[in-house]
Structures are given as C-alpha cells and as structure tokens.
C-alpha cells in the first residue's frame, strides 16, 4: 500500500464523518444589522464533556509540500474548531478510529473563508496553514484533565498535492 495522501478538496459530506465544515454556503439563515448582513447560524457541533468553551488564538508556521504525517491526535473530552483569521486555504487531516486507533489518514485543502470543527474523539492532524500567517482562532474545551491523545505512526505518511 501506498504511503502517500493526496489532498483533495474538502466537501460538508466528505468531511461530514469527521465534523463540521463550517462556511457560507448556501443563503443565509438571517438578514440582520440592517440589512447589512447574511447570518449563516450554528454551523459547528460543540460538544464538551465537562469544562467550558474557550477561544484560544493559534499562530502557526505554514507548511510545504510534500508534507511528512508522522502523528495525529485527538481530544476525548471536546470538539474543537479552527477558523483562520486570513482568507488562505489550510490543509485539514484525519484519520477515521479503528479500535482506539487511527487508520489510513485523508488530507483535504479548505477554500478561502471555511473552517472546520472536529467532532470530539476525531483524530486528526495538527494545524497546518500552507500560507503565512497562520493565525487562527480555536474554539475548544477548556477544563481540568488531560484531553490529549497523540499517535505516532511507525511509518509517516507522504501528503502529496494533486497532479
């Protein structure tokens, strides 16, 4: 079997095992301020066992491809939500749970304006801007206890782009 991922783009239905594609598609729910403003409401699953929502700001370096995935993680306790603060595409991974563990990883590229929401147990990638800044906000549990689990594969996986 191949080790190498490669990205495809991310759909609310391909992504939909996984969380919350969170975006302005479609028409907004609300007209409000105004007139002045489409609101697209309670787009993310927020689920925390325990604790409170935070919001944590999140400046990352950006990334370049070929990427090496050598470790995924996940949060037991809450979901969590990145949502960049430019209007760069960021690569998402995850990896659907088989037994406790992560399988073979999917990578998938968001378009300028989405974010995403990892259902609480997803494993996932870290966060992996492919431009610079990578300054996100992130939406997740805040609370006692470790809700932190990190798998580290024997053999990385190459995340390669489309040909």
């Known amino acids: 079997m191949s080790r190498d991922i490669t990205i495809q783009p ?7 095992p996984f969380g919350d594609l969170i975006d302005c ?7 409000i301020n105004q007139g002045q403003c489409g609101r697209y409401h309670d787009r993310a699953q927020l689920d925390f066992s325990g604790g409170r ?8 370096n950006p990334r370049a491809l070929p990427l090496l995935l050598d470790m995924v993680e996940r949060h037991p306790d809450g979901s969590q939500a990145f949502v960049p ?7 998402v991974v995850v990896a659907p749970d088989e037994g406790g563990v992560p399988g073979r990883p999917l990578a998938f590229q968001t378009e ?14 870290v966060l992996t801007p492919l431009h610079a800044p990578g300054l996100f906000a992130v939406i997740d549990r805040i ?16 995340i390669i782009a489309p040909r």
């Open 143 to 158: 609370g006692e206890g470790a809700n932190l689990e990190e798998h580290w594969f024997a053999e990385g996986y190459r």
């Open 53 to 60: 929502a935070g919001i944590s700001l999140f400046n990352a």
């Open 10 to 16: 991310i759909t609310a239905e391909g992504f939909a």
């Open 85 to 91: 603060m430019t209007q760069a595409p960021f690569l």
């Open 112 to 125: 300028p304006g989405q974010a995403v929401n990892f259902y609480k147990g997803t494993w996932h990638g």
């Open 25 to 31: 598609a479609g028409d907004p729910d609300k007209i």
